[in-house]
């Protein structure tokens, strides 16, 4: 039995059963209305008082939980466009030229939620072995141990972690943390994504665009083979669109 505190003094509590609510909620709304409770016979019009009101607070705290859930789902989902989608790269070839390749699956998506601009979510995934630099050869060799080893490591990702928000010149830039993982490395990375712009595409479909412009060291990702003939600073461009998705809940934040 339990034991409750009353006038300072440890008393016998009564365990009372709580009846559901009838459909509807009853003609006076659910949080308004009071329910009589089944209480034994020596219970006092102020306990039975006290009980009504401690239900009523209960139903008040679940409908403000409610309305908190509904209010954390203002955030939007979008989801990776692969038609309008561009991951290119680009390294030096014994300092005589730039030679430029892509990647020509990509996948993802993100998060934008306009009331909270810093939990945005971003997560991209590249297949290693789309590798293109429109030369059979050389992509094949891209595809080697001697490079990305697709075989053992068939994903390059990014997860972010966190997000800061800046004013530019054309938008709102997010400077997007997270990892980064290239032939099996993981390391933390801030990469400034550009807004492009948000807004109906041709479908009707919202729609809301990205440009990231940015460099990386291979070598930081174990990727050591032939350097200096061929470049250790390698430079990334990747645009892309995402498609909103109405009415899908965003992931949990992070």
């Known amino acids: 039995m339990n034991e409750e505190m009353t006038n300072g003094r440890c008393r016998k509590a009564r365990i009372v059963p709580i009846q559901p609510l009838p459909p509807g909620g009853g003609k006076d709304g659910f949080i308004d209305r009071a329910i009589p409770l089944p209480l034994a016979h020596n219970t006092s019009a102020q306990e039975q008082s006290i009980m009504n009101s401690s239900l009523k607070t209960t139903f008040a705290a679940v409908v403000i939980c409610l309305f908190a859930s509904e209010a954390a789902f203002s955030a939007d989902t979008f989801v990776i466009d692969p038609e309008h989608t561009s991951v290119v790269f680009g390294a030096s070839h014994m300092g005589f030229s730039y030679v430029y390749g892509r990647f020509n699956k990509v996948s993802g998506g993100y998060v934008l939620d306009p009331d909270n601009p810093e939990g945005t979510q971003f997560e991209l995934s590249i297949d290693a072995a789309s ?9 094949d060799h891209l595809r080697s141990p001697d490079f990305f080893n697709v075989k053992q490591f068939p994903e390059v990702s990014f997860q972010s972690t966190g997000v800061k ?39 009707g479909e919202t729609r809301s665009g990205f440009l990231c412009l ?34 899908a809940a965003p992931p949990p934040t992070r």
Do not use: A, C, W
Not at 171 to 200: C, F, M, S
Not at 229 to 245: A, C, K, M, P
């Open 131 to 139: 590798v293109d630099t429109n030369n059979q050869k050389r992509d």
């Open 214 to 247: 940015s460099s990386l060291k291979r070598s930081e990702f174990g990727m050591t083979n032939m350097i200096p003939g061929i470049g250790d600073e390698v430079s990334i461009t990747i645009s892309f669109e995402g498609v909103r998705q109405d009415g």
């Open 165 to 203: 928000v800046e004013k530019g010149e054309k938008g709102p830039v997010y400077n997007i943390t997270g990892d980064l993982t290239i032939h099996g490395v993981t390391r933390q990375v801030t990469l400034p994504l550009q807004k492009l712009g948000e807004g109906p595409g041709m479908g």
